[in-house]
């Protein structure tokens, strides 16, 4: 528990009183500044004495002189100059407070996470107030020691190609050769344009045709695990005598997921399947759909019911027409989050029933064909101790099958024991991970830079296909509150309405033709500085997370899969949309919070590199224990050399905010990659200011980035005990982080102003002091109350 106490000491920072920055000031004056011409190094020294030219300057523009109140223009100069001051302030208070010297004594003087002190500030790095490029405002987003990382950046050449670990292998085997039925296997081919099966699908599709074992099904992510276990079914189901089974036969199946995005998937491939034997019924029951229309599908008949676990509890007890006594197949697919979400009990629960209810029903040997007694399945990508768990409660006397991938042949492993066999899964092998350890204060403008690279790549390609990119945050809090900067009107992003559903929020690039854009650029030009870029055109950004509202949900996910008509579709969400969605030309998954478990991480990624296609993925860590994650876990998930890269975030940017040409001159070689030429760095800052004045105008939104904020840290104190080494909330450097919400507050003031939404400051809003030991406790009583779902879903 004592974990948490940082959390609440760097809430609690010591004040950044008058007193306290008045020393902070002397302090500066005494810094000593080295290199570069003594002009400039005596117009910086003057600078943080706060007696330099440009101060007079700055303190007009941040509200001295008055004569001008009322003029737009002048206005909007004035919140850009009062945004960079905040930006100073905030980094001087939050450098210079007491908690970061006392930090700083036990530091080693290139503090990965917390960068240099002030005193390591050479004068050719420190690009503070009026002494950037051209003379123009460079903000104190890039006075940290850049090169803080210990990873060492993977060379460009160090690439290897692999080939695809979980597409349908190019050989003689057919579906019908599994033992499919030759409608179904034409369906297959012919309907579906599934020429062969995947590795998967040959193990178990065989054995649940002839065998009456209980299975336990583990295969990497995007490798046909669906259907490996439909198409048996349906095979079964597809009775051609005259014991034909229709939707007045009864229930036959039970798929379970832990999310209701993938039970409607399961859904839509079992609607696909129907469509070549229109006689079976496939059914589903979801939380957050009207029960009573569910009923009255139930009511009618199905063959097939896929639900999550809470709901089909629901209807099994309160929904008498639905008649489980006949029932042969129980499937939980993704075993392992059904037992992390807490439904362990709940399954408990149905299985009981459903053994109770065939007990006294004496069908079962009624439909020839059809096993003689319920065969059990239990599903996942990965296997963690939980799963086990959960298949002593289900399953019975199981066969482990495990598809394992040898490259050159193909190795099946079929273990008699669950137990046996229970090797980690690997990511799949053509997908190309990425690191980029990225400081705090940078991570927004480095994701901005991203996202701008990668769209700018969609719109040069030739290939008409939309290109795909999810981006996992930690919590919903931080999905809503990214969303809205990556789609503040006038500025990269518009809000316009779903044509096809007119419900979902969907977003589109606004062009920068834009009358807002043109006097954002006019202003920018007179101060010497560029518009805030785009992140590209052609874009369209979706959100997805669990407090959506249900609706919003189904057709959020709908439009992101079915829009053809944008050259790169982004959706930012949480983990909900992290298992076993399959959603189409996923390019590149983005890890911008990193995940709670390396079995998330493979689930995330898995959205890239699908049966067979390219994919990429991104995780960004922060300089310092973080990094060490990728040795000690990331690497033995990506086992392939050449595979597992290190990026540099300089580099991201560069490629974000430089320049067409001077992007195509570093690819080409023109350029040296390490050149602090062009004017990236000035585009990065004038982009991360525009954020920071937009919070500073409209005070909902700075509400939300409050609350995006405090939800992350949370979340992130709630990280496995065992991975504190890499992620200890202790250890995070509140004031840069709430830099990359765009906060110019140092953390003690946060605290204060998100007192009502989080209870961080309970104490001090009732008047009282609290205690600190009592005020510990209460804040990782509040950490471990907040469950996954709060963060995930
Ligand atoms: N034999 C096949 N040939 C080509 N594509 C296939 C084949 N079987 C399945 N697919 C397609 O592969 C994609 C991934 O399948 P599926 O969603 O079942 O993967 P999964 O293994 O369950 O992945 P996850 O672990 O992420 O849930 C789907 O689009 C599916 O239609």
Redesign the pocket.
Known sequence: MDEDDGLLLNFASPDTTSTSYSNTRDKRSATKVTGGKWKDRRKLQLSLQGRGRNQKKDKSASGVNNSSIGNPRIDKIRAEAAAKKALEGNDAKSSDSKDSKDESKKRPSTDPIHGPTSKQIKFSESKGEFGGKNNSYVSSLFTSNESSSQLKVSKGDEQTTYLPS?A?MKDATTFEGLGLNEKLSKH?TET?R?????K??RTVVPAMISTERDLFIK??????????FLLPIFHKLMMEDKNKITRDSGLFALILTPTRE?AT?IYG?LETLTRCHHQLVPGIVIGGEKKKSEKARIRKGVNILVGTPGRLADHLENTESLNISQLRWLIL??GDKLVELGFEETITKITDMITKRSEIMESMHKWQGLPTRRINLL?S?TMQNNVEKLGSIILNNPEMVSVDYVPGTVAFETNSSASEGAKEMTAPDQLIQSVVVVPPKLRLVTLSAMLKKISNESNSSDSDETTRTIVFFSCSDSVNFHFDVFTRNGHGFKKVKNEETGKVETIEVSSTNDDDENDLQEENDKQGQMTAPIIGENTVLYKLHGSLSQQNRTATLQAFIKDTKSKHSILFCTDVAS????L?NVSSVVEYDPPFTIDDHL?RI??SA??GREGKATLFLLPGNEEGYVDDKIQVVHPKKGNLRIVSYETLLKDGFSAKEEVEERKVGKKDPKSKEGKWDIHATTWHLDVERWLLEDSAEHDKAVQAFTSHIRAYATHLSTERNFFNVKLLHLGHLAKSFGLRETPKKLGKSVGTNSGIQEGSRKGKKEDPRKKMLRMAKMALKSTSNEFNY
């Open positions: 979980n349908p297959l579906l599934f020429k062969h099966p995947t998967v699908q295969a990497q992510t995007g490798s046909g695990k669906t259907l490996s993938l998937q491939v697919d993704e599903c990508a298992r076993g969605l399959d189409p689930h898995g959205r699908r049966v």
